[in-house]
């Protein structure tokens, strides 16, 4: 099963710096029921930010979400992982979207700044990297000819250079901004630290510049999310890697299991205790928590599996009880 399979709603990629997700005025959601536990209609605003690869998936919940709660609109910010933990921990946000988990740095800051808060993982997601629908010449690099590619210092400029079998093809590279935490994973995956990365190359925290240099370029190349090149399949072509075992093209199934690697990976949102006293914020996180399965099959991410789905309602837990302290 792949997991363009288990789309069931085309989930708005084409993001600016930040979105304002409009109330839906009509009807209501199958994913289940919301609303303040006295009974009362939920209504306020809920300041979401961080990784644009998982703001598809806040996206969806507010879509969701607002469909029954019309009093109660959601921003969704794409300022990456990083700048999104910069506004969360100075108590800009409620919640911060994050494509890796928070740095220690980035810990003090918000201990520094009084800021308590649970890291809940919603999704699984595998990076892919993606070429231009024009190049009829590849369909598998090696982590070592990836990291030819994105080691700092590369000269690389020519797929020739890639591999001798590859054209004689300009090579246009196009990736994630260093505030992005999909850059973060990436770097440290295939070149084995993280942030070490070529730097002639073009970068941005919105995945949807991304798609549209590579899709423009026959040399072109890429990575980012993979629910990006599901949204954008009709203008890119994915690549499989081998990572040791043999080539595998990134689905469902091989990022769950984790035999697409070393590119799948967890993604994570972080919610503040605090927010919590407000009921609009705390209906939407616990709507997060328990229709996860349906948000993440309308944003086209790997859902969690049972062990993770445990999990992800143990951490709601754990965070009302730090509101609660």
């Known amino acids: 099963m792949n997991i363009h399979s288990l789309r069931r709603a085309k989930a708005p990629l084409a993001l600016t710096a930040a979105v304002m997700l409009a109330a839906s005025a009509c009807g209501g959601s199958d994913a289940g029921s919301s609303g303040s536990s006295d009974g009362e209609k939920l209504a306020g605003t809920i300041k979401v930010d961080g990784s644009s690869t998982v703001a598809p998936l806040s996206t969806a919940a507010a879509q969701l979400f607002q469909a ?13 992982t990083g700048g ?16 890796r988990p928070i740095k220690d740095e980035e810990k003090a800051l918000c201990e520094k700044k009084g800021i308590k808060y649970e890291e809940f993982q919603v999704a699984n997601d595998g990076l892919s990297v993606v070429v231009s629908k024009d190049n009829d010449f590849v369909e598998c690099l090696t982590v070592e000819q990836l990291k030819k590619i994105w080691e700092p210092g590369s000269k690389v400029n020519n797929w020739k250079q890639v591999d001798s079998k590859f054209p004689d093809e300009k090579l246009e590279l196009f990736g994630a901004g260093t505030d992005s935490g999909t850059f973060d994973y990436f770097t440290d995956a295939i070149n084995g630290e993280e942030g070490a990365s070529r730097t002639d190359y073009s970068p941005s925290e919105d995945d949807n510049v991304t798609v549209q240099g590579v899709s423009g370029s ?24 081998d990572g040791g075992d043999g080539c595998v093209e990134p689905t469902t199934d091989t990022v769950q299991d984790g035999s697409y690697k070393p590119l799948s990976r967890p993604l994570f ?9 407000k009921a609009e914020v705390e209906g939407f996180v616990e709507y997060y928590v328990e229709n996860n399965a349906s948000i993440a099959e309308k944003a086209q991410f790997v859902p969690l599996n049972a062990e993770q789905e445990t999990e992800l309602k143990k951490d709601l837990e754990t965070l009302k009880a730090q509101h609660k302290s």
């Open 68 to 80: 029954e709660n019309s009093g109660v609109k959601v921003t969704v910010g794409t300022s990456g």
């Open 84 to 99: 999104g933990f910069e506004k969360f921990c100075a108590g800009e946000t409620d919640i911060s979207d994050a494509s």
């Open 218 to 241: 026959k040399g072109g190349l890429g990575y980012f999310g993979l629910s990006y090149y599901e949204e954008n399949k009709d203008k890119l072509k994915v690549l499989k890697v």
């Open 269 to 277: 949102i972080y919610p503040k205790a605090t927010s919590l006293d």
